[in-house]
């Protein structure tokens, strides 16, 4: 599972590299456009996260820019109220990104379940791109004066029309992508990202297993690091994850009583894991105290959790 590929030298002169939150209603293809975008590389499908902390979702690296694209807390609306909380979590995380794609379908058009988005970009006012994805399934000329009530809407740096389905106008947004990048290093190792999605799969499994059993605190303190993914010469995997608590009396919580509680995180998640990986799956779970974790960018780095500039 690990890449030992040498990385070719990259000069920071031409190398262009960012962070992208990508929003939009459900349905509207996020999840189709990323894998277009990205190609065969790596994909995340992240689910539900209750935490007010970006996640990284997918990375496309290609030789000239590194794009990392963001789940980000609060963008899209749940269906229940949203705390305040989450509501500046939103505000703060689009302000720190260097681009937003807002994604709409075009036979639904630009509508009042857009408008709460819109104004979260009015009040952050990152580059944002408008994204009409599903024009093969609109007439062009109703796409037409669409585009241009859209225009109206909000100052976007660009919009694109595009099918993730059959791929017309993704290369032109990719490109359109790219060139928004501030010029920088790639942000993440090489190695990381050969694994990463494997990597971010299995801490999500525990910490659905951890969310699932804690309240309060705890779920927003836990931070899951898978350190080792290995799979022996019967095809079984041994995977090390350690739960990364901020403080003592929080560790006492995830080991529970006489071990109780880390036990039941464990069995739970490895038999997750088990059928993520298609393979018997042997599961060592540690737990730490790392004050001030979250503060932390080389820690943030190993979870796939972006540290925004
Ligand atoms: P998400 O909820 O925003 O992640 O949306 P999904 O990517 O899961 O897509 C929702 C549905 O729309 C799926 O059935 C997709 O196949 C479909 N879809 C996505 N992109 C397109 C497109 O460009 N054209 C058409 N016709 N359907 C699309
Ligand atoms: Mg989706």
Redesign the pocket.
């Known amino acids: 599972m690990r890449c030992a590929k040498e990385e070719p030298p990259v000069s920071s002169e031409g190398f262009r590299s960012g962070f992208v939150a990508l929003a939009?209603?459900?349905?509207?293809?996020?999840?189709?456009?990323l894998n277009r975008l990205i190609g065969s590389k790596v994909s995340i499908v992240s689910p539900v996260s209750q935490t007010t902390r970006s996640v990284v979702r997918a990375v496309d690296r290609s030789p000239h820019a590194e794009v990392v694209y963001l789940d980000t807390p609060g963008v899209h609306r749940p269906r229940f109220r949203m705390n305040r909380e989450m509501v500046r979590a939103a505000r703060e995380a689009l302000e720190n990104v260097d681009l937003v794609l807002l994604?709409v379908?075009a036979p639904d058009g630009l509508g009042p379940g857009d408008a709460y988005m819109i104004r979260l970009l009015q009040e952050a006012k990152p580059p944002a791109f408008l994204v009409i994805?599903?024009?093969?399934?609109v007439a062009r000329e109703k796409l037409l004066p669409w585009i241009d009530q859209a225009s109206r809407r909000h100052a976007w740096e660009e919009i694109f029309p595009?099918?993730?389905?059959?791929g017309e106008g993704c290369e032109a947004l990719s490109a359109g992508i790219r060139k928004r990048m501030p010029i920088g290093q790639p942000l993440f190792p090489e190695e990381f990202l050969s694994d990463l999605p494997v990597r971010l799969a299995l801490a999500e499994r525990i910490r659905e297993q951890v969310l699932l059993r804690t309240r309060e605190e705890i779920p927003h303190s836990t931070a899951v690091l898978v350190e080792e993914i290995r799979r022996d010469e019967k095809g079984e995997y041994r995977v090390s994850a350690t739960l990364l608590v901020d403080r003592e009396s929080q560790k006492g919580i995830l080991i529970g009583r006489g071990g109780e509680m880390l036990k039941s995180v464990g069995q739970a998640a490895r038999g997750e894991m088990a059928s993520y990986l298609e393979a018997p799956v042997h599961l060592s779970l540690w737990v730490k105290v790392k004050k001030n974790w979250r503060d932390d960018p080389s820690m943030l780095r190993l979870l796939g959790i972006a540290t925004h500039r």
Do not use: F
């Open positions: 939009g209603r459900p349905n509207v293809g996020k999840s189709t456009l994604l379908a994805n599903k024009i093969d399934a595009c099918s993730a389905l059959t």
